[in-house]
């Protein structure tokens, strides 16, 4: 073969080489963009596609208001408004000026520290809030710098933004706070119903959906798309507000009276279990929580070291949240004798006349217990016991029962175990068992009085409760329904029987017991004149709880309900470590309880029936005789049980103190004016301490009147505790004065 032909196959093989190599690479390289096409169409095809449209679309957020709160009546309790949320858009930024105004502006309007307003400025991000719910005054302030012509160049359009945002507002500022609860700055429920039920109280967010260019900018003839906001669902509970106000003002009264630490209270319809008023106090202002309204409690964090505040802060603000009602263990003391007698009138091992020996103590286990009563109440019934609140009585009747029937009673009463309120940070008891104890004869005899063990408030009055229901305990509830916006029901909650834990017989006997306690025996400073109340005082040592060398601390308590012959609504109040003149449940608790249940059962409605001696001190209405005679009026009010003293020399009466339609006690004076003579004043003198024949005497002899309230109005024992005007204070003749009374023998309880 010549040399040239052997030169041009070699030529042709290289050749083919090369095209061969070039084939192979333009195979590879078309494989290549294949897998990255597949790769990016199909395994990452919605990522690109979420890049793609945040970059070409802007995607707005629309906050959902909250569910309204509502009481049992509908009167609102917590409610949704809607508010404005200030942002910015930090990647818009192009100048340092643009930073600048931004920062120096937004900072002013919103009330935002410089320094947070920069540091979001800073962030590479295409949204931050500057402030959340801000009202519409500030929204304006904002649009106004957006379209300023003083900034016009700086693109604020493109920086600055306002979205609509929800704010929460509660109208009666501390009313039920540690009920309702309340919510952060993400609308979330914190505490409370807002969080029990937050779920249902937490709406849909809607969007507001914009095509954009590449910078941002919106479009000519822009695509839009809105997606509304849903509004959550809303409570309807079975709380009444006006019984709420009438708990917590009488709770506050004690406190400051008593010098308590605390205080709270719960009301529950009997016969369902809903519960109609729950309170803790101190508490706070739901509009703003953070703050402490404690003066007591400021008052005492100020004392401490700058080292020391921020953590007492802190603990202060979740104290005053927390909602001892349900959270808190206590020491029921004498109250929970009703428990003790219910089983022991059950099983038939106590009968009312059954004959006992109080010789002022009792020995357990070589241990020596005293009674209240330290000479002893010598032979008495079982009834009589109950109503002395008598401990050798009881325990003797717990050593009747024994452990084993005891503890079956204990968890029968639904004692053992969290009640199941739809409330959040519900605790339940602190029993021997449940702390490793083996309860014995001696655990068992201070037990039978309510010592050496801890139930929660809502335990307590929904056993109580069970006895006046004919013995069915009853699941204990708040929220009546939930509705939607337009008010369509989407759940209810039904009453729910638990259990039959005593005869229907039992508990009849045991509720007539319960009222001759108030009637005649330790409760009697819980009477009210008119109704028939029933229930049991209680004061219990905090033990362990106080300092080397520190004063024993206390609980003093009332459970009761009436009517007690038909109960409607039971109450029980809880006074934290009195330290005022009284420690006792006798003496503070249950009067207490009397101003609660004469404002409660007159706005329930409840039949007042008043026996012959309560009409006797009954306080009366006055009449109107203005524009009357001076001796037409004379005749009238004197026919009507009144003094009259006339001021002045006409003939006709053109004015009257106390004025019409006021209600007085009985025998007391009207003055009637026939002139302007300017009126003569008194100085109000401390009543403390006086009976109710001293008072009458001393208010007769200053022309005043009286209103009388509280127990023993019948009785010599019954002496002042307050009195609305306070001494020293100048008052007119004729003028009224409430003065409520309380007993001051055989109310002690232990």
Request: charged share 20%; with cysteine; proline share 3%.
């Amino acid at each position: 073969m010549n040399k040239n032909v052997s030169n041009k196959i070699k030529t042709n093989d290289a050749m083919l080489k090369r095209v061969f190599v070039v084939m192979v690479l333009i195979f590879v390289a078309f494989l290549v963009c294949t897998i990255s096409l597949v790769i990016t169409q199909l395994v990452k095809g919605e990522h690109y596609k979420q890049i793609a449209e945040s970059q070409q679309l802007s995607d707005t957020k629309i906050s959902a208001q909250r569910g309204v709160i509502y009481d049992r009546n509908m009167s609102v309790l917590a409610q949704s408004a809607t508010s404005w949320r200030v942002y910015i858009v930090p990647s818009k930024i192009k100048s340092e000026e643009a930073r600048e105004v931004v920062i120096k502006e937004l900072s002013a309007i919103v009330g935002v520290s410089e320094e947070d307003v920069r540091a979001k400025t800073e962030r590479d991000s295409n949204y931050e809030t500057i402030k959340s719910k801000v009202d519409s005054d500030v929204k304006a302030k904002v649009e106004e710098l957006i379209r300023s012509d003083e900034y016009k160049g700086y693109g604020l359009i493109n920086i600055i933004g306002v979205s609509q945002d929800a704010k929460r507002y509660y109208p009666n500022s501390t009313l039920a706070s540690t009920l309702i609860g309340f919510t952060g700055t993400d609308d979330q429920g914190l505490e409370g119903l807002e969080s029990f039920y937050d779920k249902y109280l937490t709406g849909v967010a809607g969007r507001v959906i914009t095509a954009v260019n590449g910078v941002q900018g919106e479009m000519p003839n822009s695509y839009e798309t809105i997606i509304d906001a849903q509004q959550g669902y809303s409570l309807v509970l079975t709380v009444d507000e006006t019984l709420q106000y009438y708990l917590e003002k009488h709770l506050e009264d004690a406190m400051e009276e008593t010098k308590s630490k605390g205080a709270y209270g719960i009301m529950m319809d009997v016969k369902t279990g809903a519960i109609l008023a729950m309170s803790s106090k101190p508490d706070y202002d739901l509009n703003d929580p953070w703050s402490i309204i404690s003066e007591k409690t400021l008052e005492e964090i100020s004392l401490l070291n700058d080292e020391k505040k921020p953590s007492a802060m802190s603990a202060a603000i979740n104290e005053q949240w927390r909602n001892s009602a349900i959270s808190d263990t206590y020491q029921p003391g004498s109250v929970f004798k009703i428990i003790t007698a219910a089983a022991a009138l059950e099983e038939g091992l106590v009968g009312l006349n059954d004959h006992f020996n109080c010789p002022g103590y009792i020995v357990v286990a070589n241990r020596r217990i005293n009674c209240h009563k330290l000479v002893g109440h010598g032979d008495e019934t079982f009834l009589q016991g109950l109503m002395n609140s008598c401990n050798p009585v009881f325990i003797d009747v717990g050593s009747r029962l024994g452990v084993e029937t005891f503890m079956n009673y204990f968890d029968a009463f639904g004692l053992n175990d969290r009640t199941g309120i739809d409330l959040p940070g519900e605790a339940t008891s602190i029993t021997h068992e449940k702390l490793g104890v083996k309860m014995g004869i001696s655990e068992l005899a201070s037990c039978s009085f309510g010592q050496t063990f801890q139930v929660t408030p809502i335990q307590m009055i929904t056993a109580v409760a069970s006895v006046a229901n004919g013995g069915k305990l009853m699941q204990p509830y708040i929220v009546q329904s939930v509705i939607d916006e337009n008010g369509n029901t989407v759940s209810t909650t039904e009453p729910t029987v638990k259990s039959q834990v005593i005869s229907g017989e039992t508990a009849s006997t045991l509720c007539s017991m319960l009222e001759k306690v108030v009637s005649e025996g330790g409760g009697k400073n819980a009477y009210v004149p008119g109704y028939r109340i029933a229930g049991k005082t209680g004061t219990s040592e905090k033990i362990g709880e106080s300092g080397e060398g520190e004063a024993m601390k206390y609980i003093a308590s009332f459970v009761g309900f009436a009517p007690a012959d038909d109960p409607e609504v039971i109450l029980l109040v809880v006074l934290d470590e009195p330290s005022g003149y009284s420690h006792m449940g006798g003496t503070i608790a249950a009067p207490l309880a009397a101003e609660i249940f004469s404002d409660a059962l007159a706005y329930l409605n409840v039949d007042v029936k008043y026996t012959e001696d309560e009409l006797k001190n009954l306080n009366v209405y006055v009449p109107n005789v203005v524009g009357s005679s001076v001796s037409s009026a004379k005749t009238t009010l004197k026919n009507y049980g009144f003094n009259v003293k006339v001021v002045g020399n006409g003939n006709t009466v053109i004015s009257q103190t106390p004025s019409a339609y006021n209600t007085v006690s009985k025998g007391g004076t009207v003055v009637v004016y026939t002139d302007n003579t300017e009126a003569r004043m008194v100085e109000m003198p401390d009543l403390t301490g006086y009976t109710v024949a001293q008072v009458n005497r001393i208010m007769s002899d200053l022309e005043l009147n009286a209103v009388f309230t509280g127990g023993g109005l019948n009785s010599s024992d019954a002496v002042v505790y307050s009195q609305s005007v306070a001494p020293g204070q100048k008052i007119e003749i004729g003028g009224t004065v409430t003065i409520s009374f309380r007993h001051i023998s055989g109310v002690d309880d232990f």
